[in-house]
């Protein structure tokens, strides 16, 4: 079965960090790039950050450039999105996308 399975979302207070993870199964994930998306209620999705394949080449969006960190694990099937000194602005449900695989998504609640 074609899948990617997010974890690591929760409730965190403002300044807090959270990481993300990204497992895919069913297909190759070494050979494909990947993709961390945002929706909050009431707004359009947004790409928060992307990563190739192999070679390292990474997108963050501005909104979170400084912040947050992209990385993979291609032995392990797994990417990564590292978000430090979250804001309550991050509050969102979170998606990874692999090879046009897409997850269910991981709520980040970012209060105090």
């Known amino acids: 079965q074609v899948r990617v399975v997010e974890s690591g979302g929760g409730q965190v207070q403002p300044g807090g960090r959270l990481r993300l993870s990204c497992v895919a199964s069913?297909?190759?994930?070494?050979?494909?790039?990947m993709s961390w998306h945002r929706q909050a209620p009431g707004k359009e999705r947004q790409l928060v950050a992307a990563?190739?394949?192999?070679?390292?080449?990474?997108y963050i969006a501005d909104f979170v450039k400084g912040r947050f960190t992209i990385s993979r694990d291609n032995s392990k099937s797994t990417g990564y999105l590292q978000m430090n000194n979250l804001k309550p602005e991050d509050t969102a449900v979170y998606s990874c996308q692999a090879g046009g695989v897409w997850g269910q998504g991981t709520q980040v609640t970012v209060s105090s």
């Open positions: 990563i190739a394949a192999v070679g390292g080449t990474r």
């Open positions: 069913g297909f190759t994930f070494s050979n494909v790039s």
